[in-house]
């Protein structure tokens, strides 16, 4: 019998730790990793449907995130005996001819449940159709697997706390697999091929590194568990993080584990299985448990998107709501996409993002909340400029928060949120806003948040004059709370 080989198509699960799909391939007698820079993932794109608009797909901080996150799979994998064959291509066309060349059997991957990543599968599915090699899909971007769910998909609450409450009492968490003997590539494998450059994939900003960042989220399995490693461990920060985790300056005062799960270096489940061994040898409280609950949130999502499709890349969301005016002013937009509202709280976030990629929690609920119920804006802009700047994008988690602050996801309510009045409670001494906003360092906190409400005279002796020195706030914020109410 001729020796098996396995293509393992690496996507977002750029690891070898708790990997099923590289641990199912490594059944074979040769394994061939391959990864795909699909240029649909890069440059303008529409976003489609009914009121379309123009985006970047991938812009700068995602895209250099990626590049050093295929660059550690490589070295990784050549540590291990193998390699990473790297190619600039659809993979419906590149992972054909891969397993043409190798004659290969199987094909092994992560699937996902978002729309544009299951439609390459369906495409990579169709492509192999006639050939003899058979495509084996595996779930792992969750903390709870999709087989261990305790309700059938489309029985998934639309709240959040049902759905925890049945996952926690129903499903316990897998342990993480551990990494393979991977077998040598076979002598037939093609050329390796380089990895693009970054303006091969053609973000339109190029950008330096900003140290007024939060960290430098260097992209790679490597550098995640690092993270991890100097985050609950080193640090031991998880003993303190549901106190810390609503802040905004700092490299801890949240896990800042998001980019390196969206891009499949780290799994949940080996995060989860930290958190669990951090609580048998040091502290078990509310605030490891509530890493855990943040994860079940990103669950959530996941799930969530497994169950609508493509609903929550509507207007009206999973709601089908039709009463809610969306707007488009293109000024608006600008002012707010620069951070140049004249709301020192959304600058700030916003400005945050663009340098760097990253906001918090709390920053993007109020930067979506302005947006999309403040100025009313389509909703839908703001999550495609987040998925643009985003360094740790994900459709489910992106496009599911925003909908939710919108008011056409999950959750009945409309919700929107009182940017000052957050302001105040978040960034009581306007530190953030004053780290972002340099205009307004020299103002008293409560005019740093509120600079329109200054006299002329406080103005000049400040050095900050409204409408010049910093714009004047592109919306009356008392007049459109009315509208809301
Ligand atoms: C409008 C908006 C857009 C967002 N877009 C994204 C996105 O594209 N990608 C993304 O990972 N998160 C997104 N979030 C959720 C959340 O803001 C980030 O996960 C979090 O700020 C990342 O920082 P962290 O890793 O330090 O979080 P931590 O507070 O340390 O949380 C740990 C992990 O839990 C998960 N998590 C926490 N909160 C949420 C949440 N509300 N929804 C889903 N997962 C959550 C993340 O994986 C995070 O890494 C969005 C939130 C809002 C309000």
């Known amino acids: 019998m001729s020796p098996s080989t396995a293509l393992v198509w ?121 050939a003899n090699v058979s495509v084996r899909p595996f779930w792992g971007h969750t903390l709870t697997h999709i087989d261990d769910l305790p309700m059938a998909l489309a029985d998934v609450p639309d709240t959040y706390t049902t759905f925890r409450k049945a996952v926690e009492a129903e ?16 002598s037939n494998t093609p050329e390796v091929g380089t990895l693009p450059s970054l303006s091969d994939l053609g973000p339109e900003t190029s950008l330096s590194p900003d140290d007024r960042g939060v960290l430098s989220f260097d992209g790679g399995e490597t550098a995640g568990l690092a993270r991890v490693e100097s985050y609950i461990w080193e640090g031991d920060h998880l003993r303190t993080y549901k106190e810390t985790r609503n802040g905004m300056l700092g490299a801890d005062y949240s896990s800042k584990f998001s980019p390196w799960l969206n891009e499949g270096c780290l799994s949940p489940r080996s995060v989860q299985s930290e958190v669990e061994r951090y609580e048998d040898s040091r502290v078990k409280n509310d605030s490891t448990y509530w890493l855990t609950f943040e994860l079940r949130w990103r669950d959530f999502f996941q799930f969530q998107f497994a169950k609508h499709g493509t609903d ?16 488009t002013d293109d000024t608006q937009f600008e002012r707010w996409a620069t951070g140049q509202t004249g709301i020192p709280f959304v600058d700030a976030n916003m400005r945050e993002l663009n340098a760097t990629g990253y906001m918090s929690n709390r920053g993007r609920q109020n930067a979506a909340s302005f947006f999309a119920n403040n100025l009313r804006l389509d909703w839908r802009r703001g999550a495609a400029y987040f998925e643009t700047q985003l360094v740790d994008y994900d459709p489910a988690s992106n496009y599911g928060n925003w909908a939710y602050i919108a008011g056409v996801g999950n959750d009945s309510r409309d919700r929107y949120f009182d940017i000052v009045k957050q302001a105040r409670q978040y960034d009581g001494d306007a530190a953030y806003v004053k780290h972002w906003v340099s205009e307004l360092a020299d103002l008293p906190p409560t005019y740093a948040h509120e600079p329109w409400k200054m006299s002329d005279t406080e103005q000049a002796q400040y050095g900050v004059e409204v409408g010049v020195d910093y714009p004047a706030p592109v919306v009356d914020l008392d007049a459109s709370y009315e509208k809301l109410r």
């Open 10 to 130: 690496f996507r977002r699960d750029l690891r070898l730790h708790d990997n099923d799909a590289l641990v199912a391939a490594c059944d074979a007698d040769h394994v061939v990793p391959v990864y795909c820079f699909d240029p649909r993932d890069y440059g303008q794109r529409s976003f489609g449907g009914h009121h379309s608009f123009e985006f970047q797909k991938t812009g700068h901080h995602r895209a250099r995130f990626r590049l050093e996150s295929v660059t550690d799979l490589r070295s990784s994998l050549r540590d291990h005996g193998s390699d990473l064959l790297i190619r600039v291509g659809r993979p419906e066309s590149v992972l054909p001819d891969v397993a043409a060349a190798v004659d290969a059997d199987t094909v092994t991957m992560h699937t996902l449940p978002t729309a544009e990543e299951k439609h390459v599968e369906s495409a990579v599915t169709h492509a192999f159709a006639d």
């Open 312 to 327: 929550f890349f509507h207007r009206g969301g999973i709601r089908h709501r039709t009463d809610i005016e969306w707007r």
């Open 171 to 186: 499903s316990p968490v897998r342990d993480p697999v551990p990494i393979p003997d991977i077998p040598a590539l076979p």
